[in-house]
């Protein structure tokens, strides 16, 4: 099938490359004109594990085709993918006219019928105001939409869209779902859960998800202060609620929040739309409050350590918002960063891979291109982005290198009994800590 993809970031990239994999000739187009040209030089605009080789294949099979001109990517084209950015506006509302932009510019690039797949996380009833978009742009258009709303998550991208826990497919036109079926065949021939419902139910899932494993994040955060408070251990308690099927083991660690693209702005949104339809949902409130207060507790752990701040060196290891990503929108570890700093900090950080863009979004962060480097001389160090190249740090070394031990883990990745007999004082999150 011959497909576009409209927006290559984290979501659009994946989907181009595996849209290419799956055998399908696919037009993938951006408007940052620097990234294309990246791209067409075969450079990558970001890291995601895997994705280079993925994209790479597509390109050299002929698969796979990348502009800056929409209408040059859509002549011909019976499917479009629209993947672009739903950012949140100062209200918590998503800001839709990004992709209200690219659906304009996508009808009045169109030469034939066209399936414009909404991909992007919006709130329900905007496949409908595409739709009108579309045909206002179009008077003469023929155009059906489809809700696919993407669930891969950064650092696992190209696993989660080769083989995603499900394909959601949401329309009401029963020929654009037969397409849809047919561009999917090769995923569900292999075993994924297809799901074909109707256009809002296929919206509001997408932005039911995120809230729910938001909650999950922001129960184990407020299970985190108690079990401080009890002198428990919240990773075995979350340890034990997860063995429990009806629960499941994952979004429960505790630590100094949820951040990224997706949840903060995803559970806001929801929180906007739900009062929009006339149903007041304080609990979405409290997850949002519950996270913020997981920053606090961290920051506050850090204050309680070194007594004042100012003058005092920092070394905040991770700075992405997760690990296998160099993406730091609403990066955890830069909050705390900023906090930090303008209490009088001096924060030195380090990323296996996000220090540029760290850099670019806190100019006053000092960012250093080793771990150890970061260490050194510092007062306090404090785990914000848990890479598993953390994990096999020598803590004797880590010892050696600081001014003063103390080791504030806010991922709760490493074993307090280890850290202590390196001589570090180590205070995680949620459990006991412990001096040597
Ligand atoms: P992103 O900001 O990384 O990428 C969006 C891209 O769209 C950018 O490269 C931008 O230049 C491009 N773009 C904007 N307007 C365009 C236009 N008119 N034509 C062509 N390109 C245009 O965003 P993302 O992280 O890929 O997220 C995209 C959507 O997917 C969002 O709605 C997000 O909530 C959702 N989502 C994201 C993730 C994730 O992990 N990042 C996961 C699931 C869903």
Redesign the pocket.
Known sequence: MRLAV???????LPTAGVLAHLGHEVSA????EE?IELLQRGIFPFFEPELEDLVRQGVEAGRLTFSQW?EDAVSGVGVAFL????PPNGAGQANLS?IE??AA?LAESVDGPLVVVE????PAGTAERIAQTLQRHRPDGVFAVVSN??????GS?VKDSIRPSRILVGSDDPEALATMRELYAPLVEAGVPWIETDLRTAELAKHASNAFLALKVSYANALARICEAAGADVSAVAQIMGADSRIGRGHLSAGIGFG???LP??VQAFEHLSRQLGYDFPLLREIARINDEAMDAGFRKIQEALWNLTGKRVAVLGLAFKPNTD?TRFSPALELSRRLIEAGADVVGYDPEAGTNAKAEVSQLEVVGDVYSALEGAHCAVLATDWDEFRTLDLVRVRELMRFPILVDGRNLFDSQEVRAAGITYIPTGRPPVRP
Do not use: M, N, W
């Not at 993947?83 to 739903?86: E, I, Q």
């Not at 991909?119 to 919006?122: A, D, H, I, L, Y």
């Open positions: 409209i927006g290559l970031g984290h979501v659009g187009v951006d408007v940052d990234k929409i993947c672009v950015g739903t990004i932009a690219a510019q991909k992007s996380t919006v709303p993407e669930f891969l998550r950064e991208a990224g693209y997706c702005k995803d993406d």
